[in-house]
């Protein structure tokens, strides 16, 4: 080995030329004299101070300014302003091309000097003459040389280069927000409507659109705010069914907190838990927007994070496909078992926002993929993951719910999850949930995600009982008035009750629902409504019950409906505080809409009730509402167009009223007077 390295060096030694110290010289001579000849003048520099150029003309515009008046010295600086904006510019670049042409002459001197094998520029500066140390130091001078500005093109000396266009053009979102919700209940007299007929709701999309507009700073659209939503949001221990029943109902009744002469009769629902280890194989279809306006990075990248998520609670025996639509729809990952996260995870990846939003076809598409996936005792589900922008063909949310209605019979339920805000159509989503056996959520964080997608799964996937319908029927002889608080968009027509083909809501395993009645006692001083004239006045029934509550709901996979029966007695239940702590965020929710119901009652109260009721809070979801409440609070009272918000003027006392301006055309016919307020 060393051998050769000795060869190697000989051989190397043998084929460099030796140094030639004349041409050295030479090249040297030239590249000094080039150097000089590029500097302009040659002579010595004269023994002034060498000023930059720009401050050596501020000092002649500051002058210039001092001998005018202070008329013409404005209308000077006005023009220098508007000068400047077009000289700064082109300065710096010719600063920028002078420092390309140093590094160009730099270079050239390296190569002259680099021939001869004596290390390039380094060996030439050591043996640099003095005029060469003088031409360098005028050329480190700030001020711009002329040579420089010639080597320019006169549009490089004129005009910048302009930057690249960006190639992604994104869209521009509006705000086209669309929410499904309908009047407040009205309060109505038992002696007309003794009875009250609804449908169960177990979403919870709403409240997440509270909590992303609050956290924005900006209080939530009423129409956004559905109470049945916010109070479902929450879990609640409430008594479990007992024998082979799939839910319990518990009924209690307990003073209204803001009012003392009513009462509220509190419903709660619990549904039965299956053993986990029993649980039948699940086929999910991921059907995924993936249009222009999902593009934001709470839309399709968080709805990634959010099913990757998922995919850890999945088993070895339960399948995963992805669907997606936007110019067209399309299948982009077949059937595959959720073993291979992998696989399903690649699949994901891959996606991209671009194009508008086919939903008629991505929803075809997604339910012939489930068509294929289904086999007996199993679970299949579309979830369709989207923003609610359904812009193309099948817009309409009448069609859509004729749609789903024709495919919730073969056993494939649809679930909604919502992302994003500015374009949320969240009338669209609920009818798509509503129609199709499923669940509507909004999910606006990776929190959320996990409360829906792992931590509630077995309650959003998997039902026990279908078209849950309930029915209150109030006794005149104890009860004047009532309201139902939240539900407006699921009020069903009293015979709807008894008749199966009409649907309802259905209940997942594990899942709680709650509804709430105010009622109001005969000889109540809160009574509002006023006996007809001309009605019955004698009451038939004479017991001492508050009414008597009905449910109809159906098996999975059954047609026929079941009934369960209950009375509602006075003073009925226990007050605990999952009870208590519904009770304050159906308040809440009544103070995001307005509602007149709650006199003097106020965001305040609403927070110490719920404070007062929190309990343990496992999940830290209780103490997230009080967090909003108040926030609410706070921007309740900044906002002029609340019930009770200070006006403008006493929100700033310290604030001169603004002057009102008067009309310039056409002219007044007198002088305006100076103090016009």
């Not at 051998?3 to 090249?27: C, F, G, K, Q, S």
């Not at 589900?381 to 749609?403: E, M, Q, Y």
């Not at 921007?635 to 310039?664: I, Q």
Request: charged share 20%.
């Amino acid at each position: 080995m060393t051998d050769e390295i000795a060869r190697l060096r000989a051989e190397l030694a043998r084929v460099t030329p030796a140094p030639d110290p004349a041409r050295r010289a030479a090249n040297l001579r030239l590249a000094e004299k080039n150097f000089d000849a590029l500097q302009g003048s040659v002579e010595a520099p004269r023994p002034i101070e060498r000023r930059p150029l720009m401050a050596r003309l501020l000092d002649g515009v500051t002058k210039m300014i001092s001998l005018m008046s202070p008329r013409g010295a404005m209308i000077a600086t006005t023009a220098l302003v508007a000068v400047g904006a077009l000289v700064i510019l082109p300065t710096d670049v010719l600063l920028q091309n002078r420092g390309a042409q140093t590094d160009m002459l730099s270079s050239e001197l390296e190569s002259l000097s680099g021939g001869n094998g004596l290390g390039g520029v380094m060996s030439m500066e050591t043996a640099a003459p003095a005029p060469m140390a003088a031409s360098r130091a005028r050329m480190n001078d700030t001020q711009t040389d002329m040579s420089v500005s010639q080597a320019l093109a006169p549009q490089e000396r004129l005009f910048p280069p302009m930057p690249s266009p960006d190639p992604v053009i994104r869209p521009i979102e509006g705000d086209t927000e669309a929410f499904a919700n309908a009047e407040v209940n009205p309060l109505k007299s038992v002696q007309e409507e003794p009875v009250s007929t609804f449908s169960v709701d177990v979403d919870t999309a709403s409240y997440s659109v509270v909590r992303s507009s609050l956290t924005r700073g900006q209080m939530p659209p009423p129409d956004a705010v559905r109470i049945e939503e916010m109070v479902n949001y929450f879990p609640y221990s409430y008594p479990a069914p007992e024998g082979d029943a799939p839910f319990q109902p518990t009924v209690t009744v307990l003073p209204t907190p803001w009012n003392a002469d009513t009462e509220l009769v509190h419903i709660g629902i619990q549904g039965a838990l299956p053993a986990t280890e029993d649980r039948p194989p699940l086929n999910l279809v991921f059907l995924i927007d993936t249009s222009g306006s999902m593009q934001a990075a709470n839309k399709l990248p968080l709805l990634k994070q959010s099913f990757r998520m998922m995919l850890g609670e999945l088993g070895p025996d339960d399948q995963v496909s992805i669907v997606t639509y936007a110019g067209s729809a399309g299948r982009v990952l077949d059937p595959t078992p959720a073993s291979e996260r992998a696989t399903i995870e690649a699949a994901l990846d891959r996606l991209e926002a671009g194009g508008g939003t086919a939903g008629q076809a991505g929803l075809q598409q997604a339910y012939a993929t489930a068509a294929e996936m289904a086999e007996d005792g199993e679970v299949t589900r579309v979830i369709l993951a989207t923003d609610g922008d359904f812009n193309v063909w099948l817009s309409d949310p009448d069609a859509l719910k004729d749609f789903i209605a024709d495919q919730r019979d073969s056993g494939t339920y649809l679930s909604v999850l919502g992302f994003g805000r500015g374009n949320l159509d969240d009338a669209t989503m609920q009818a798509l949930a509503q129609n199709g056996n499923g669940q509507a959520a909004y999910i606006d964080t990776l929190s959320e995600a996990r409360k829906v997608l792992v931590d509630q799964l077995p309650v959003a996937l998997f039902p026990i009982a279908n078209a849950v319908k309930i029915q209150i029927e109030f006794n005149p002889a104890t009860i004047a008035e009532y309201r139902l608080i939240g539900y407006e968009t699921r009020a069903l027509r009293r015979e709807d009750f008894n008749n199966d083909r009409v649907d309802a809501g259905e209940i997942g395993a594990g899942h709680q629902v709650t509804a709430i009645y105010e009622i109001t006692p005969v000889g109540s001083p809160a009574v509002r409504i006023d006996d007809l004239r001309y009605g019955t006045s004698e009451v038939t029934v004479t017991s001492d019950e508050i009414g008597f509550l009905r449910m109809r709901y159906k098996t999975p996979g059954e047609s026929e409906s079941q009934l369960i029966e209950t009375p509602v007695m006075p003073g009925e239940g226990t007050v605990s505080d999952d009870i208590r702590f519904s009770t304050a965020i159906a308040g809440f929710g009544q103070l995001l809409r307005n509602d007149s119901y709650l006199g003097d009652w106020g965001y305040s109260q609403a927070i110490n009730l719920a404070n007062s009721a929190r309990g343990e809070d496992t999940f830290g979801y209780r103490t997230e509402a009080v967090t909003l409440m108040r926030l609410a609070e706070a921007l309740d009272r900044n906002c002029p167009n609340k019930k009770g918000a200070p006006s403008p003027r006493r929100a700033h006392p310290y604030r001169k009223p603004r002057r009102r301006s008067w009309p310039t055309w056409p002219p007044l016919p007198f002088p305006r007077p100076y103090h016009h307020w």
